[in-house]
């Protein structure tokens, strides 16, 4: 089993200020991506990133994959009440399953 | 525009009663999954579907069955429904030519056996 060890579990900041999230294994993966899940609801695709080192930017999101593809970060500045919600980092595999595995999430509360 | 839908979305069960959970989408996809979460554990693959006629389980699939009849549906049957099984569970799909593996989730079933 390839498993993916979200940190910190939990995280509660004020509004305005910067924080990272981070998510890690031993394994290689093909891809990564990270999900935001509100109360009741599915999860939601924020971010797919493919190549080592690479760095993407949504807003004031900034996700970096791994050089090796083993590990991901995501960076949110500047957050906002709107930001709350489990944010889960998950790892593909090659092949024609594309199966998917999850981290356990991080719990993010942003107090106005 | 529905994308995945599941139904229903709470259900109490009792201890060897048995149900299925229903999942439709109207995406064209071809893969579909079924995941349950619980808390501070993530999401965990129980079976998917790379198409009509064809399933495989996933990392944790007993106790539960899946058919895959018609590319939109993909439904969880639980036949003796146990404790264990109380969870929140989520249908995915995929589409056919998806570079990598993004997944489009319902909004999940609340199911507490008691």
């Known amino acids: 089993t390839q498993l993916l060890e979200q940190s910190p579990q939990f995280l509660s900041i004020q509004e305005g200020e910067n924080l990272t999230v981070y998510c890690n294994s031993s394994?290689?993966?093909?891809?990564l991506q990270w999900y935001r899940q509100e109360p009741g609801e599915g999860p939601v695709l924020l971010v797919t990133v493919v190549t080592g080192g690479e760095v993407k930017k949504l807003k004031r999101l900034t996700f970096q994959f791994g050089d090796a593809r083993k590990d991901s970060s995501l960076h949110i500045t500047a957050a906002q009440p709107g930001d709350t919600g489990l944010y889960l980092c998950a790892g593909a595999r090659g092949g024609s399953a594309r199966q998917l595995t999850f981290g356990s999430g991080t719990q993010l509360t942003v107090l106005p | 525009n529905a994308g995945v839908t599941q139904t229903p979305k709470f259900r109490i069960l009792k201890i060897g009663q048995s149900m299925t959970l229903q999942c439709t989408q109207d995406m064209n996809h071809n893969y579909m999954y079924w995941y349950r979460q619980d808390p501070g554990m993530g999401l965990k693959l129980i079976y998917y579907s790379v198409g009509a006629g064809i399933t495989d389980k996933g990392e944790v699939p007993n106790g539960y069955n899946v058919s895959r009849s018609t590319t939109e549906d993909f439904p969880l049957r639980l036949e003796l429904a146990a404790p264990s099984q109380t969870s929140v569970y989520f249908c995915?799909?995929?589409?056919?030519?998806?570079?990598?593996?993004?997944?489009?989730f319902g909004q999940g079933t609340r199911l507490t056996v008691v």
């Open positions: 394994s290689v993966f093909s891809s």
């Open positions: 995915a799909s995929s589409p056919p030519r998806a570079l990598n593996t993004e997944a489009f």
